[in-house]
């Protein structure tokens, strides 16, 4: 009984242990295959990057001849929604090329992306070619269905039908309608922009009229005040000789009161102005002089032909003085 047991958990370990070792190789071989991977991917990447620089030229060539005749197989073709031949005349400025169901195959037309889209180049004895549709133009409709950004991709699927009705136009065409709003909005801001010039020139002339009326005004004033200023000036003189007159005449007045003295009086009162102090001058005939002589005198008198003279020891005499 014991030897049974001992056999079973022998058994129990070995199967354990087996499979222990089963999951090891497992991950073993897993990692294995992720490495393998990573170094054929390393060696495709830098394989794939030598061959696409050696092959840069031709794939570009492909892409070029692609994009020719991309939009011929980008799905099945549809038959036009509306009656070719009933279509509404081109719009000014439109151009209008025709294909008809004996001229099938690509075009020879390669587009830019974007809405709408630009003919980029028209190939060489192609049907576009033959046509003379103009490179540098946009498409404007197919088969008279204008091209919009909700319906480019299905109306340009449309290029692979026959017949088939392609109008183009110049890069900024705008409608006849937009280009008549446009040049009556352009018209009437023209006029606004006339008339806000007519105020300014009128508004100007107003200003430099007002400037030549205020400069007139000015003058006048300054004639006026120089004509003033003349007349006070002149005044003043008038004033100014009469005074000297009047002052010449009180002089000569004076002198001849002043000579109406003795003359040997005048010269002994000359001689006392003059003598050193303590000297002694006699007057023949005389015991003294007139106070007279000697106040008439200019350097000592208070009033000197009318004028008040300046005191000495500065100043000049007041009104007690002077009358």
Do not use: C
């Not at 058994?11 to 990573?38: A, R």
């Not at 003919?119 to 197919?142: R, T, Y």
């Not at 449309?158 to 136009?169: A, H």
């Not at 106040?295 to 032909?305: F, S």
Request: proline share 6%; glycine share 6%.
């Amino acid at each position: 009984m014991g030897k049974k047991r001992k056999d079973s958990d022998d058994d129990k370990k070995k199967k354990k242990d087996k499979d222990k070792k089963k999951k090891k190789d497992k991950d073993k071989k897993k990692k294995d295959k992720k490495k393998s991977k990573k170094a054929k991917k390393s060696s495709s990447d830098s394989s794939d990057s030598t061959s696409e620089e050696a092959e840069a030229p031709k794939a570009k060539e492909a892409k070029e001849a692609k994009e020719e005749v991309k939009l011929q197989k980008v799905a099945p073709v549809e038959e036009a929604p509306v009656n070719l031949d009933s279509l509404p005349p081109v719009e000014e400025g439109i151009l209008r090329f025709e294909f008809s169901t004996e001229e099938q195959g690509p075009l020879g037309l390669r587009f830019s992306g974007g809405s709408p889209p630009m003919i980029l180049s028209v190939a060489p004895d192609s049907f576009a070619k033959k046509k003379g549709i103009p490179q540098n133009h946009e498409v404007h409709a197919i088969n008279g269905l204008a091209l919009l950004p909700q319906n480019q991709q299905r109306v340009m699927q449309f290029l692979k039908g026959r017949p088939l009705v392609l109008d183009v136009r110049p890069l900024g065409w705008k409608p006849p309608e937009k280009v008549k709003e446009l040049k009556r909005k352009q018209a009437q801001e023209e006029a606004e922009r006339q008339a806000k010039m007519a105020v300014e020139k009128k508004r100007r002339e107003q200003v430099a009229k007002e400037a030549a009326e205020e400069a007139q005004r000015q003058a006048a004033e300054r004639a006026v005040r120089e004509e003033k200023e003349r007349q006070e000036r002149e005044e003043m003189l008038a004033r100014a000789r009469e005074a000297h007159k009047e002052q010449r005449e009180k002089e000569e007045e004076f002198r001849k009161a002043l000579e109406s003295e003795p003359p040997e009086f005048r010269k002994a009162a000359d001689e006392i102005m003059e003598a050193d102090y303590g000297s002694e001058i006699k007057v023949e005939g005389r015991k003294g002089l007139p106070l007279r002589l000697l106040t008439r005198r200019k350097e000592v008198a208070w009033i000197w032909a009318g004028e008040a003279q300046e005191i000495i020891g500065g100043g000049a005499p007041d009104d007690t003085f002077t009358q």
